[in-house]
């Protein structure tokens, strides 16, 4: 089986290419994304990097000239399936897409990694775009089965479209390189991870810092991570600065191995979301979560053995499952070593890639039987 992959994640992409390359019957992988060269690590012989070179603005010329040369260079490939990672809307994906699925015939796959996008992201571009796409995808994939229900009422799409498998590991190993045995939790850091956008509830654990801190002398939040702005959220510790340690841009996967290993507990107080790749993370650095119950990050987190579940928008009770696992070491230190054991378990690309492969061949066979 011929494969191609591009859209976003390439960090995803590419994890999940080095995984089926390692089954038989997948004789080559065509990955056509602009890899980071820090997730690019070891390449299969059966994978094929092409890295697209691309110039601002979008419509300059040479990104034209790039995109003919690799609608060239896919038909060369000729691939049995094509599978595309769709994040936000844009216009590369929809080409790659239109031409793989109007004009060679080849049966695509889409995973959508969010059913709808995040507050703040729609625009009817993207929401047109990631309609045309979901209208005309042979097979779509979503992670979670709270979210295949979801897409099928909100789209009126057939059951037998929309496919639930589970969310890789596909972050940890960039992290995991970093490892040091010198570097050992610190105790009472208690760590906000990723992008800073409003949807990730910032302001929730901010506002159960005062909780936190009144009931574990020492405690700190340590908020890790890009936002354009964050004059919004420095307005909001005031005068409370010595509780937080701030680094806001983006985290390199070095320092934040550094992160993940110096805490105590890793949050995620959001108020809207699918899956998190910061879950798996944590869980790869033995740290046990307080989530909340939103998307289906709850279907990743068994509730007081791996971590916390809470209602979203709820300082109080984050401060109250936090604290419960400042306090109490030898809890905190076995659902680390539970979620280390879930992490290998549940997210292990083995079973991962036995599903992707079988969706792959349905694709394929409805395909030919429509011909």
């Known amino acids: 089986m011929r494969i191609l992959f591009f859209g976003s994640f390439p960090d995803y992409q590419m994890q999940l290419a080095n995984a089926l390359c390692k089954k038989e019957g997948v004789e080559s ?41 690799l609608f060239k260079t896919i038909s060369k490939h000729n691939p049995d399936v094509v599978h595309l990672q ?137 908020i890790a991570g890009a936002r354009d702005s964050f004059l919004k959220y420095e307005n909001m510790i005031g005068d409370r600065k010595e509780s937080f340690i701030i680094h806001n841009y ?17 949050v995620l107080p959001y108020t809207e979301a699918s899956q998190s790749g910061v879950i798996p993370t944590a869980y ?21 053995i791996t971590g916390f579940i809470v209602p979203p928008k709820d300082p109080q009770a984050i401060a109250d499952a936090v604290v419960k696992l400042l306090k109490n070491e030898g809890l905190r230190k076995q659902m680390g070593q539970n979620a280390y054991k879930k992490l290998k378990k549940d997210f292990a690309w083995d079973k991962i890639v036995e599903d992707t492969l079988e969706i792959y061949s349905l694709s394929i066979k409805n395909v030919k039987h429509n011909a």
């Not at 060269?37 to 010329?61: E, M, Q, R, S, W």
């Not at 994040?87 to 015939?105: A, D, E, Q, S, T």
């Not at 790869?284 to 007081?304: A, L, W």
Request: proline fraction near 5%; glycine fraction near 6%.
């Open 29 to 69: 992988i065509f990955l056509a994304s602009a890899i980071p060269g820090d997730v690019i690590g070891t390449v299969d012989k059966k994978l094929i990097l092409h890295l697209p070179v691309v110039k601002n603005p979008a419509i300059h010329p040479a990104n034209f000239l790039s995109l003919l040369n």
């Open 86 to 222: 769709l994040g936000n809307g844009r216009m590369v994906n929809l080409l790659i897409f239109m031409y793989c699925k109007m004009i060679k015939r080849y049966p695509v796959v889409v995973t959508f990694h969010d059913v709808k996008l995040h507050p703040g992201e729609e625009s009817r571009w993207s929401q047109f775009l990631r309609y045309l796409i979901r209208k005309n995808a042979n097979e779509i994939i979503v992670h979670g089965e709270a979210l295949k229900e979801e897409m099928i009422k909100e789209y009126s799409l057939p059951d037998d479209k929309v496919h639930a498998i589970q969310f890789g590991e596909h972050e940890v190993a960039p992290f995991r390189r970093y490892y040091r045995d010198d570097i050992i939790e610190k105790g009472n850091l208690v760590l906000f991870f990723g992008r800073i956008v409003e949807y990730k509830g910032l302001e929730y654990l901010i506002k159960a810092e005062p909780t936190i801190v009144r009931e574990v002398g020492g405690a700190k939040i340590v």
């Open 250 to 266: 983006h985290i390199s996967y070095k320092e934040a191995a550094e992160l993940f290993q110096e805490c105590s507990v890793v």
């Open 284 to 304: 790869g650095f033995m740290k046990p979560v307080v989530v909340t119950n939103v998307g289906s990050i709850p279907n990743v987190v068994d509730e007081g």
